[in-house]
T-cell receptor, first 116, second 115 residues
């Protein structure tokens, strides 16, 4: 079974600074997706960024980028120029790529606080 | 295009009762997944439906069941409610079951409180 671990229950960052959230996962599969989801106080889960395991290039979406280390099974999220609206719970998630549907396995989450 | 809608948004039930939650996916989406979110267990996958058939199931007791209708709307049912069933239930829709790269879009959730 796949597992996803987020070792930082809480993180804090000053507005305009950069913060990195950590995620490790365990799988015996070679073809999969990794995701970062944001859950603000409204509870609506929002996809932040997605990475395919077979793509060596790290995904980037505006201020959000990942550091994907497949051999180490590590998938960290870097938020640059942090904004007050970035304050939320962040979840790392894993999904098998082929013939396995859309089932996501989530980590325990990291609460990000942004200080003005 | 309207997003994923879940009804009701809030629900209070008594232990031993049963409850039905509803999820309407994004128009054109045919796959619906359900997740339970609690402070203790985090986010856990319940089941996934596609073409009115359950395709995947998480590790939950038989009290948790679901179904999908021909218009892709899905319902989940919890019978004989226990205090531990208090949670935020999230629904996610996706275009299909096995399209590579298909994104999932989440609804706002139904907050169930069991007293």
């Amino acid at each position: 079974a796949q597992t996803v671990t987020q070792s930082q229950p809480e993180m804090s960052v000053q507005e305009a600074e950069t913060v990195t959230l950590s995620c490790t996962y365990d799988t015996s599969e070679s073809d999969y997706y990794l995701f970062w989801y944001k859950q603000p106080p409204s509870r609506q889960m929002i996809l932040v960024i997605r990475q395919e395991a077979y793509k060596q290039q790290n995904a980037t979406e505006n201020r959000f980028s990942v550091n994907f280390q497949k051999a180490a099974k590590s998938f960290s999220l870097k938020i640059s120029d942090s904004q007050l609206g970035d304050a939320a719970m962040y979840f790392c998630a894993y999904r098998l790529k082929n013939n396995a549907g859309n089932m996501l396995t989530f980590g325990g989450g990291t609460r990000l606080m942004v200080k003005p | 295009k309207a997003g994923v809608t879940q009804t009701p948004r809030y629900l209070i039930k008594t232990r031993g009762q049963q409850v039905t939650l509803s999820c309407s996916p994004i128009s054109g989406h045919r796959s619906v997944s359900w997740y339970q979110q609690t402070p203790g267990q985090g986010l856990q996958f319940l089941f996934e439906y596609f073409s009115e058939t359950q395709r995947n199931k998480g590790n939950f007791p038989g009290r948790f069941s679901g179904r999908q209708f021909s218009n892709s709307r899905s319902e989940m049912n919890v019978s004989t409610l226990e205090l531990g069933d208090s949670a935020l239930y999230l629904c996610a829709s996706s275009l299909a079951f096995q399209i590579k790269g298909a994104e999932q879009y989440f609804g706002p959730g139904t907050r169930l409180t069991v007293t």
